[in-house]
């Protein structure tokens, strides 16, 4: 178990079979992907035409490479697939993947060539990732398989297991230019027919590049054991699931799009549970929770301060908090009240949620935040705080180092900050804050939001042995 | 009724009381407000001081001034209020804007200051917004009475009642830089000792240059009144209210913003439903909701179609609309579903939710998204379409003309837009869109639960008569 998942994720050499020499075909976009990522190992390329491509020689069959490459990427139609897995297996491969659609996703014939593919797998003992998938992100090893042009891809410690393309590909992308955190292992599961999700699970699990796993799954494909799996990975480090097909309508769009089956979504969400994965409900939560664990601890409980300078907004996200989202807002410990009481003019009684402008009319804000911050940090009674910064050009915009300061002097409590005001300075305190290693959300409910899930998964790894 | 509202929102002519010449002080950023705003009506300061402000004469007394200005802003300590609007009702004025704080909001001594106000108020017949309001704010009649720096506020036709100066302040800032919609009359009700939310609703109610109304409020005045008011207004035009304080926390945290008495939510719930008042949870539903009427028609129904480049989107936003925001996605007529295989390859049965990708790789992102709008647009069982168009560099950008052509084809039916991929491609497609009339939203789930809201206001309007 996992031998050969490494020839996936840290080869040495790989082929490309199907390499072209054309920008915007998939077999140039996947060398160019590779190139990108400054892949360190040997690259072979395959393609009857022969000739060079980025100044490398083309071998013209898979019969004229070397023995004993590690990986083979195979971008050829549907029907050719089954011999070229023939092939490579004879060559010593061991790991393939397979970008083809065009099988049981498809019709009957796909379906036939799909049962092919199961019969040379097993025959030759090769592990397969695919077919129909975009590929695979391993950036401790500077390697993609994924044939969407991606560029580079930052390296981080967040693992994606993904029963869609997605991720190896658009919404990379957006990690990339919009969520400014880094990935470890992306695995595009596409159908599944060999690695499945569970194996791929166990695999991160035990995985010490990877510190918390995010998995999109429209069906699992071995129940007991994917649980098995589960139970064990959560104590370790976060699961977060997100399942599509929950509804009748869902399921039915899954049907179309991954041939999944329908389960009873009460039975699966109790297995679920059971089992330690937090479940989620928005596609977006997958990246947003992602970016809070990339540069910030689990929170290490449900007890939450923040401080904002708005009376409106403490009242909504406290209303939020207790309504929605099953996280608490605490009375502050008598020091950490006392603390924003001195730095307050006399007329507010402070408490938490922290009504912080008052203290910032009198202090500035940078002394009023950041010194109301390390207040209700230093609280024992809270577990996570985040922080609602108005930046206006009528208001000014003072450097926002106190935020990255007192974040830095209470590392086991997670900090994290969205923004009320101008657009220009909130994306500028974006841009400052996350590359220094404070999670920024752009609606004020978001980290809120995700404060919840985070604290699930904190829960989750405590929860008592069964 | 309503009369004296009037010189609120229309005034001819202006007094600032404690206007001021020190950039950065309330009584100087109101009138930078008011002349970025182009107000043209007279415009007349007061200061003990005297001298000149922009170059305009200052009084230095309300008896100095002449007879029958419409409108006083008075921007002095808490102790001076009582004096001054006596002082300005002598002079004939009719409405009166109270900005200080440190009334009842605040301790004992504000209580009987404000109970003074009241009973100058009763005395002297002026009608008065606040105290302890960030100001209002009235596009038509370029005009504001905010002293938080603005600048030009975009002219346009939704109205925010707000119990919270947030909205004529830095809420405000985010609309204009943010979200790209214009506001007609905007009212920070502040202490609400005179004009309240039932009085400034039905005055929006009636208002030609408002089409749309959202509210923020704590505590409801003369609830009876309002519910009265609301069930009227509501059969006009849309009506949403964010009620802060729906929990014991939330209630906590109003009662130390506006002392808020706490209600029993459930009855509250009740009785703003039969008055066909649409409620939300989230703030910030308060500005993406308003962006898309403030372009689009309301939606007919809950019937919603949605063309997305991805599979898992598909199945997601599925999920999303059936669990959880009410919304149908339901089978297209066959002459849509037609037109949708027609531009499709045949290995995928084009269904709704429409997975557009693969007629994009056959015909382009243009044709495919354009051909595949109109033909859900057109279908008698889609009440509104959402597009999520995949930008990125590696798969080209077009021109986005395509949308808003669709769009227009059908102006009975909301289009909106969301994206996945790059930043920089989301930013630029936000930027072309929505200033011609197509609203964008960040994220994917964004655009359903904006048409979950507005779909409720739909049945509000129509809701049977009892």
């Known amino acids: 178990m996992g031998e050969h998942l490494e020839k996936f994720f840290e080869p040495k050499s790989v082929v490309i079979v199907g390499a072209s020499s054309h920008p915007g075909k998939s077999g140039n976009d996947v060398i160019q992907n590779i190139l990108a990522n400054d892949f360190k190992g040997d690259l072979y390329f395959v393609n009857p035409k022969g000739g060079e491509i980025e100044g490398r020689p083309v071998h013209t069959s898979i019969s004229d490479l070397p023995e004993g490459i590690d990986q083979a990427i195979i971008i050829l ?12 297996a004879a060559k010593g491969i061991k790991a393939v993947v397979l970008a083809a659609g065009g099988f049981s996703e498809v019709d009957e014939a796909g379906e036939s060539l ?31 398989s994924s044939f969407f042009p991606l560029g580079k891809v930052p390296r981080g410690k967040i693992s994606y297991i993904a029963q869609t393309g997605n991720f190896a590909t658009h919404t990379m992308r957006y990690i990339i230019t919009e969520e400014n955190f880094g990935v470890s292992r992306v695995i595009g599961l596409g159908n599944k027919l060999d690695l499945d999700e569970s194996e791929a699970l166990e695999y991160l699990a035990q995985d010490p590049e990877t510190s918390a796993i995010f998995m999109y799954l429209e069906s699992i494909k071995r129940p007991r054991k994917f649980l098995e799996v589960a139970s064990a990975a959560t104590r370790i480090k976060p699961v977060v699931l997100l399942k599509g097909g929950a509804t ?39 990246f947003m929770a992602a970016k809070a664990l990339a540069s910030m601890p689990l929170p290490p409980g449900r007890r939450v301060s923040f401080l904002a300078p708005s009376g409106a907004m403490l009242v909504c996200m406290s209303d939020l908090c207790h309504r929605d989202l099953g996280l608490e807002v605490p009375q502050l410990a008598e020091a950490s009240r006392q603390r924003l009481q001195e730095i307050s003019p006399d007329f507010i009684r402070m408490r938490n949620p922290v009504d912080i402008w008052p203290a910032a009319t009198v202090h500035g804000v940078e002394y009023a935040y950041g010194e109301g911050m390390k207040a209700v940090l230093a609280d024992p009674n809270i577990d996570a705080v985040v922080v609602v910064l108005m930046l206006t050009d009528g208001t000014g915009v003072p450097p926002l180092d106190f935020v990255v300061e007192a974040a ?12 009320s005001g101008d657009k220009l300075h909130m994306e500028a305190g974006k841009d400052f804050l996350e590359p220094r290693g404070v999670p920024t959300y752009r609606l004020v409910e978001e980290p809120f939001e995700v404060l919840s899930i985070l604290a699930r998964c904190t829960e989750a790894m405590n929860r008592p042995q069964l």
């Open 77 to 88: 139609p549907a029907s050719l697939n089954v011999e070229a897995v023939r092939q490579v």
């Open 114 to 144: 799909q049962q092919q593919l199961v019969d040379v797998i097993k025959e030759t003992g090769v592990r397969v990732i695919g077919p129909n998938t975009s590929g695979h992100i391993s950036t401790p090893h500077n390697f993609t």
């Open 248 to 286: 009748s309508q869902g399921a039915r769009a899954a049907v179309a799009h991954t041939a999944a089956m329908a389960t009873d979504d009460r039975i699966a969400d109790a297995a679920f549970k059971q089992a330690g994965i937090v479940r989620i409900y928005h596609y977006s939560h997958l």
């Open 408 to 419: 830095a002097q209470f590392p086991h409590k997670p900090v994290y900050v969205t923004f």
